[in-house]
């Protein structure tokens, strides 16, 4: 690793890593804000919700992140009812792009995270919740919702250390997070760990916060053992 490369893009890089971690922030927040209700249509009683789910999960889990990319961000704009209307301020720029096939390829996974912890309450904490005289609604926010925090809160870290890495998909749409600072290092200096070994860097200390974030809500959702 040369350091004298490293004090000179070490600008680039801060500038690569701060994109990274707002465009993971943003993924996090709109992939769960798609997920959530899909999720609850993907545990409904009736068919009809269900199914819909089950299609939505199988298109954007099934779907390669970078051809989903590269459809929003080079075929969108060739869509006349897109061009004409305000959608083409979204879709005419890289980074919403990014957003938007980030948020629904996480969405494709964070569904089924989210429909699975809450199948896992117990039917017994919930028909307890009824026979106290809770409201479905209630019983839902105090008894399943934390209960399922619990049990998925563990696959919900491992998902979003795959947004994190996904984001890097972002730099062949000219989105300058940190594998596309790295890339313009190389080309700049020919120095290839230098930026490499960087951008690894960034990304493990990224997955380190996050880490430490789920831990923390693990402990403080954890039941009692005494």
């Known amino acids: ?65 970078l051809a989903l990319l590269f459809m929003i961000y080079y075929g969108a704009p060739e869509i006349a009812l897109i061009r004409h209307t305000w959608a083409w301020n979204l879709f005419r720029d890289p980074i919403p792009c990014a957003i938007v096939a980030l948020s629904l390829n996480s969405a494709g996974y964070l569904t089924e995270v989210i429909a699975g912890a809450l199948r896992a309450v117990p039917a017994g904490q919930v028909e307890a919740g009824l026979a106290l005289g809770l409201s479905p609604r209630q019983v ?16 919900y870290g491992n998902e979003l250390v795959f947004i994190l890495k996904g984001t890097s998909v972002a730099s062949l749409v000219t989105v300058m997070e940190v594998m596309a600072a790295a890339n313009q290092i190389y080309f700049n200096t020919f120095d290839l760990w230098t930026p490499m070994l960087a951008a690894a860097c960034v990304y493990m200390a990224m997955i380190g916060v996050i880490m430490l974030l789920v831990r923390a809500v693990e402990r403080r959702f954890r039941i009692p053992t005494n």
């Open 140 to 155: 839902f926010r105090f008894v399943k919702v934390p209960n399922a925090l619990r049990a998925g809160i563990r696959n």
């Open 1 to 65: 690793m040369r350091w004298e490369t490293f004090s000179v893009y070490w600008p680039l890089l801060a500038e690569g890593a701060w994109t990274t971690a707002w465009l993971t922030i943003a993924t996090v927040v709109c992939g769960f804000v798609i997920a959530f209700p899909v999720a609850l249509a993907r545990n409904a009683s009736h068919a009809v919700p269900r199914s819909l789910a089950a299609v939505f999960v199988f298109v954007f889990r099934g779907t390669p992140l």
